[in-house]
């Protein structure tokens, strides 16, 4: 069956410090996938978008990976701040289709 | 920026109604698509509307759903005979168009609790 699979913990660090988030899938052939942050009772926030044929994407302090031989993504901020804290969904496109489905997010919480 | 916005933030109805839940997209954007979030579950595909007809549907998105662009700027989701496992969060979306690095804008949801 087709999984999408994030961290479900939630990953505590310290202000400065640079978070990497993982999201892995199996029996997808995505086109792209997605980094989406969701703050409690707000929708999903558009961050980067990577497709299938690229290895890496950055923008400002965020870069994301994408490795389609392990089916793995990862999604990096450096310089973390406690206005980074939020849950951080990844979703992804097959060939063929724009609609992305999503992870269950993982929730990052910076400590000042 | 301009934003999609949704009413009502939070409707509270009996089971067994119907509700309406209202969004406007962005202006220019011409794909509109309609999600759901069960607490602490994760976002889920219900519907996508392109050119006054649904281009995309999921299996969630049965005959007790409907959706419609009544004018030029609101776009709604219907849902029938509500039932206790309705009650989520659904999050409209609009896009102004289907290629790539044409990130889907979210609204701020409507919760809907059914009693």
């Known amino acids: 069956s087709q999984k999408i699979e994030q961290n479900s913990e939630a990953l505590n660090i310290q202000e400065g410090k640079t978070a990497t988030l993982t999201c892995n899938y199996t029996?997808?052939?995505?086109?792209?996938l997605q980094w989406y942050r969701q703050d409690p009772g707000r929708g999903p926030v558009f961050l980067l978008l990577i497709r299938e044929n690229e290895k890496e994407k950055r923008k400002e302090r965020l870069k994301v990976t994408f490795d389609t031989t392990l089916k793995q993504s990862l999604f990096h901020i450096t310089a973390s701040q406690p206005a980074d804290s939020a849950t951080y969904l990844c979703a992804l496109a097959e060939r063929g289709s724009y609609i992305p489905t999503f992870g269950r997010g993982t929730s990052l919480i910076v400590h000042p | 920026e301009p934003e999609v916005t949704q009413t009502p933030s939070h409707q509270v109805t009996q089971m067994g109604q119907e509700v309406i839940l209202r969004c406007v997209p962005i202006s220019n954007h011409l794909y509109f698509y309609w999600y759901r979030q069960i607490l602490g579950q994760k976002v889920e595909f219900l519907v996508s509307f392109y050119n006054n007809e649904i281009s995309e549907k999921s299996e969630i998105f049965d005959d007790q759903f409907s959706v419609e662009r009544p004018d030029g700027s609101n776009f709604t989701l219907k849902i029938r005979s509500t039932k206790l496992e309705d009650s989520a969060m659904y999050f409209c979306a609009s896009q102004p168009s289907s290629g790539l690095n044409q990130p889907q804008h979210f609204g701020d949801g409507t919760r809907l609790s059914i009693l």
């Open positions: 029996n997808y052939s995505p086109a792209y």
